[in-house]
């Protein structure tokens, strides 16, 4: 069995914001050679996630809207006070909630050398955080 | 539009560049963030809204062995990026340190100078160790940073930075700008003392000690003294400071503007009160400046 690890890193622009990485992620799942098994994404990071969904922008905003009213930036949260270990305060809970919410991986299926994705079905780095240079790993695993 | 109050601790090209401030980020300035690319900085000015920030380094060759950046590499960094202005730092415990202020102004084109008193252990109204270097700033018309208040890192301590120490300089060297920083928190109403009294005492925002930039401003700007006050008595005393990277500057700037304070004063905050001690007019008095109309949105 083939296994290839490749960390992809990228450099976010806002505060918050979805990053379409579908083509970086078929460009790894290539250049493996694997042509049957799986491959998994997943963020480094506490303040960021992967997330699938439909490639629009209006769904995109609608996300990134409705994880504001989950978790809002301004919200009363324990983090906000000076972490010890740090040198500096902890103000980004809001962040790590959307994390939470949307989680940090997502797999497809690999066949015949391409990935099995839906019609619709994009995948996105969510930048709860930034802007921030970030890095996730894609796995590729198969024959 | 202008950040007063930087440090570029965490830039990953000066890291790679010079290894040892990585060290030096970690166990002397108390910072355990990771590095990032100098493009997080810029993007995070262009978040905020801003266009430039100033550099500040800390001189603790005494007290601690290295400098938070020398003169030399604040120079270097600025040479990346038109968008940085450098400051200068010196250790007053070195004879030659008035020397060296003026070798960064004049021939590495650095713009003012930051002092810690807290970490570089030193009393800002020593005359012995410190009026020289007082003295030369004033002649080469740059202003001051002096940190005041609480400090991070590790064994500096407060006492040191108790802002009732900055009278005997701002008195004794007239034509100096003093900025403090951090709004010389917990002390804040001595540093507003200063700053509404003495017309080359300034005072900049980049404080955040608990909650979040907010709920901490808010609580400091609005409610320990009136909003009105920074409004109408300082207007043109206070400069915004974001303390990167202990804040995102982004989340900073956006405390400052949903304080409640009007447009020609956020102007002024963000713009035109950090121009004009930065624009060699450095000793040109208050009065005279608001008169002439050099001060952008100077309402009176």
Request: charged content about 25%; proline content about 5%.
């Amino acid at each position: 069995m083939k296994i290839k690890l490749e960390m992809v890193e990228l450099q976010t622009q806002k505060g918050m914001e979805l990053i379409d990485i579908t083509q970086e992620v078929e460009r790894v799942v290539t250049e493996s050679g694997v042509r049957d098994g799986i491959v998994n994404i997943m963020s480094k990071h506490t303040s960021t996630g992967i997330i699938v969904t439909e490639g629009i922008w209006c769904v995109e905003q609608d996300i990134l809207d409705h994880l504001e009213k989950l978790a809002p930036e301004k919200g009363d949260y324990h983090h906000n006070r000076p972490l010890d270990f740090a040198g500096r305060l902890g103000f980004n809970a809001h962040a790590h909630l959307k994390s939470v919410l949307t989680g940090y991986t997502a797999f497809f299926p690999i066949q015949q050398g391409q990935l099995i994705l839906g019609g619709a079905q994009r995948i996105y780095f969510a930048e709860y955080d930034g802007p921030l240079s970030r890095t996730y790993c894609v796995q590729v695993l198969g024959e | 539009m202008i950040d007063f109050h930087t440090h570029p601790l965490l830039v990953r090209e000066m890291w790679e560049k010079h290894p040892d401030l990585r060290r030096i980020t970690r166990e002397i300035f108390f910072l355990n963030s990771a590095p990032q690319p100098l493009e997080v900085f810029l993007r995070e000015l262009h978040v905020a809204g801003l266009e430039r920030a100033v550099l500040l380094p800390i001189d603790v060759s005494t007290t601690k062995g290295c400098q938070i950046y020398s003169n030399a590499q604040i120079a270097e960094l600025c040479q990346m990026s038109d968008r940085f202005v450098g400051f200068a730092s010196v250790d007053p415990h070195r004879e030659d340190a008035a020397n060296e202020l003026e070798h960064a102004i004049k021939h590495l084109g650095l713009r003012g100078l930051k002092l810690v008193p807290p970490s570089q252990e030193f009393y800002p109204n020593d005359q012995k160790l410190a009026y020289p270097i007082y003295e030369r700033a004033q002649n080469l018309g740059v202003p001051i940073v002096f940190h005041a208040g609480m400090s991070w890192e590790p064994h500096a301590k407060a006492k040191y930075g108790s802002p009732m120490h900055l009278e005997d300089v701002a008195c004794d060297f007239p034509g100096l700008n003093i900025v403090i920083a951090h709004l010389g928190w917990p002390w804040v109403e001595e540093a507003v003392m200063l700053a509404i009294k003495y017309p080359n005492v300034y005072l900049d925002t980049a404080a955040l000690y608990f909650d979040n930039p907010w709920e901490f401003l808010t609580f400091v700007m609005t409610k320990r003294l009136p909003l009105t006050l920074f409004e109408r008595s300082l207007r043109h005393k206070l400069i915004f400071g974001s303390n990167y990277p202990r804040a995102e500057i982004r989340s900073m700037a956006k405390a400052i503007r949903e304080l409640g304070l009007c447009a020609d004063c956020l102007e002024l905050v963000f713009a035109g009160n950090a121009e004009r001690i930065l624009g060699g007019r450095g000793r040109e008095p208050l009065k005279q400046a608001v008169d002439s109309g050099t001060l952008r949105n100077g309402n009176r």
